[in-house]
C-alpha cells in the first residue's frame, strides 16, 4: 500500500512538474491568451498577446503585448515588451474582472508618435519600471520611472473617466 501511494504521489509530481515547465518556457494556449485580451477589452482597451507565460516568481506574464485604438484596431498605440499581471484567482472562477494591477520591470515601451502608421517613427522609452492598479473604471499609476531621449522621468497619477488627474509633478532629470 505505501509503495503505491509513493508511486501516485511521484506521478502526481511529475505531471505537476511538467505542466508548470509547458506553462513557463512555452506559455499558455491562445485561448488563455483571449481571457486576458477580453478581460482588457471589458476595461475599454484592445490589447493582443503573443505569448503568455507563467514566471514562478512574479506570476503570469504577457511578452509582446500590443495596445490598440478601440475604434479603429488599425492604430497601434503601445508596444510593450514584457508586463507581469497581477490576478485574483476567485474572481477568476467566479467570470468576474481578475486583472487588479500590472507590473512593468525593465520594460521596452514604443510609442508610435503617428499611431496611423504604425511602422513609422516612434518614441522609445526604455527602463520602465511601473505599477498600475486597476480598480474599476480607473487606472491607478502608483509609481513610474523610465528613460525618455536620455532622461529619467519619474511620474504617478490616476486616469477616471478620461480625466487625467496628477497627483505628482512630473520630475525630469538629466543622467
Known amino acids: 500500500m505505501r509503495r503505491v501511494l509513493f508511486t501516485l504521489l511521484a506521478l502526481f509530481l511529475a505531471v505537476t512538474g511538467g505542466a508548470l515547465w509547458y506553462a513557463s518556457n512555452k506559455g499558455f494556449t491562445s485561448k488563455w491568451r483571449g481571457y486576458v485580451s477580453e478581460e482588457f477589452r471589458k476595461r475599454g482597451v484592445e490589447v493582443t498577446l503573443r505569448k503568455l507565460t507563467l514566471d514562478l ?15 479603429d484596431r488599425r492604430r497601434t498605440l503601445a508596444v510593450i515588451d514584457e508586463m507581469a499581471l497581477q490576478v485574483n484567482y476567485a474572481n477568476l472562477a467566479r467570470g468576474q474582472t481578475f486583472i487588479d494591477a500590472l507590473d512593468l520591470r525593465d520594460a521596452n515601451l514604443s510609442l508610435p508618435l503617428d499611431p496611423e502608421k504604425p511602422r513609422g517613427p516612434k518614441l522609445e522609452i526604455v527602463r520602465l519600471n511601473a505599477r498600475l492598479f486597476l480598480p474599476p473604471r480607473q487606472i491607478y499609476l502608483a509609481s513610474a520611472d523610465a528613460e525618455i531621449f536620455g532622461l529619467r522621468v519619474s511620474a504617478a497619477g490616476r486616469l477616471i473617466l478620461s480625466l487625467i488627474h496628477i497627483s505628482e509633478p512630473t520630475r525630469l532629470r538629466r543622467i
Open 57 to 71: 516568481r512574479r506570476g503570469l506574464v504577457a511578452k509582446e503585448v500590443r495596445v490598440f485604438d478601440a475604434r
